[in-house]
């Protein structure tokens, strides 16, 4: 490990930590100002702080990694989620952030539901907790094992007396400055970071596959369609069932309650415009950088006879043959800034929902607000401690652990958000069962390999399933209900 490389991460490193330092003393004082920034976020930082939470770890390990092994047609992923993302911002983001203010100032998405359907309150809030805490700890694992696979790879040897493998020395590492900051500055400390991180991921996935193609010993002047046939169709091997199963990872994004949380602390809704524009930009640009650096990086690495093992540490790789120590310091922190941004949202949310949906609701009513805010930094400090269990395997993938989460919140709360904030018609009992049905057919899908092979021939991405029966689990149900509901007010409107 050279020096510059390390000056780099520990300017890093620093930084994040003084980020947190300052929203400590701006907004942690009350749970709306721990949880939500006091909803006062500008349009910038609300904008990357939804993309940058977003676009974790899969961005710069997982998505360059699977073009890397099989070719543009794995472009078809971020095709599905840039047309996700537009639907969300324009569907979702300005009615959740006006109507989760005019019920009951809600300060996290269970706690919406509950204020939506109030007949359904309790059951809501608490099937939601669990939802949020089971995927988001899986989900939190996945950032976790990107920040392992970073050690193993370019610091092996950093520390040669720890007791401990560099993967496992990644992960404590990354977990333990992530803790730091989001325990003690909460959102706004979160959202602060997320914005610095994703202006330093933007600007890694500009410069790397500029240098890949142009700099010494570059593929510029080489045609791609030499590194193997087919790698550069787009259609290359493509099924049905697999083009669908790529688009529809855009459905994910109306269920995501990290991504969808920062709609809730925008400043206005008169401001959703601004920073709409600034996030689907700031998206273009970094999945355009993500398909570069799994191209073009596969035909350098080809050209120069250079073998990897694993092909999502495609660009830890390349940030170490290409660059300078110091410029190399700052690609790797543009990793642990994809891995940390989500990590850290991730943790949080799951503190707001233990605490808001079990702790207050079940426990302590009357909790005070600062009691509130130091149960939340114990409830991250106890998700972060599961996740690492979960990330201790150092042969997880990135992106099918990212997958299988992203899946879970999508079917399970995806359709229940767009269904709550636009049909007036859903009863909470509609609510109950689409998050019920769209949760257990995506558990279920991945029990039973489904995913993998469907019918003797390729699998189908879980999401599909799920999103389908929770959409008619919360019509059927909320149909029957609300007939139910007339005939009951009809009988006790007749006079005996």
């Not at 809600?106 to 809030?125: G, Y």
């Not at 805010?373 to 106890?382: D, P, Y």
């Not at 904030?421 to 009992?429: F, I, N, S």
């Not at 209900?481 to 005996?496: D, I, K, L, M, W």
Request: charged share 10%.
């Amino acid at each position: 490990m050279q020096t510059g490389t390390l000056i780099s991460l520990a300017a890093y490193f620093i930084l994040m930590l003084g980020i947190g330092l300052y929203a400590w003393r701006k907004s942690t004082d009350t749970s709306e100002g721990y949880l939500l920034a006091g909803r006062n976020l500008p349009p910038s930082v609300a904008a990357l702080s939804a993309g940058a939470s977003d676009m974790s770890g899969w961005l710069l390990l997982g998505l360059p990694g699977a073009l890397y092994a099989s070719g543009l047609v794995e472009a078809w992923i971020g095709i599905g989620l840039f047309l996700g993302a537009i639907a969300n911002w324009v569907i979702v983001a300005p009615r959740l952030r006006q109507q989760t203010e005019e019920l009951g100032n809600a300060l996290t998405i269970p706690e919406f539901l509950a204020n939506r359907f109030p007949d359904k309150a309790v059951a809501l809030r608490v099937i939601s907790a669990i939802i949020v805490v089971l995927f988001f700890t899986v989900y939190t694992a996945a950032g976790l094992v990107g920040g392992g696979k970073l050690f193993a790879t370019s610091f092996a040897g950093l520390l040669p007396d720890v007791a401990m493998s560099d993967y496992m020395l990644g992960i404590w590492i990354t977990c333990g400055v992530v803790l730091a900051y989001t325990m003690v500055g909460g959102f706004l400390a979160v959202s602060l970071t997320d914005f610095v991180q994703g202006v330093i991921m933007m600007l890694a996935l500009v410069i790397m596959p500029l240098v890949i193609m142009f700099g010494p010993g570059g593929s510029a002047g080489e045609s791609l369609t030499n590194v193997q046939p087919g790698f550069l169709d787009i259609t290359n091997g493509l099924t049905f069932v697999g083009f669908l199963s790529a688009v529809t990872w855009g459905l994910g994004y109306f269920g995501q309650p990290h991504i969808i949380v920062r709609f809730m602390a925008v400043r206005s809704v008169e401001a959703m415009p601004t920073a709409r524009n600034i996030g689907l930009g700031w998206m273009a640009i970094c999945l355009l950088g993500s398909l570069g650096i799994g191209l073009a990086g596969r035909a350098y690495l080809s050209r120069n006879g250079i073998p990897i093992e694993d092909p999502e540490t495609i660009f830890i790789v390349l940030a170490d043959l290409l660059f300078q120590p110091l410029i190399t310091g700052f690609l790797l922190a543009a990793l642990l800034a994809a891995i940390m941004s989500t990590i850290s949202s991730q943790l949080l949310v799951s503190s707001s929902s233990l605490v808001e949906d079990f702790y207050r609701l079940f426990f302590r009513k009357e909790a005070s607000e600062r009691e509130a805010v130091n149960v939340g930094r114990l409830a991250v400090l106890l998700v972060a401690l599961a996740a690492i269990a979960i990330a201790a395997d150092p042969d997880s993938e990135v992106l099918g652990l990212v997958s299988n989460a992203w899946a879970g919140f999508g079917a399970a709360f995806g359709p229940l958000i767009l269904f709550a904030l636009t049909w007036k018609r859903m009863t909470g009992a509609g609510a109950v069962a689409g998050l019920v049905t769209g949760a257990a057919v995506v558990v279920g899908w991945i029990a039973l390999g489904w995913n993998d092979a469907f019918l003797g021939g390729p699998g189908v991405y879980e999401i599909i399933p799920g999103f389908v029966a929770a959409c008619l689990a919360i019509w059927l149900v909320s149909s029957a209900t609300r007939r139910g509901e007339a005939t009951r007010a009809a009988s006790q409107s007749v006079p005996t």
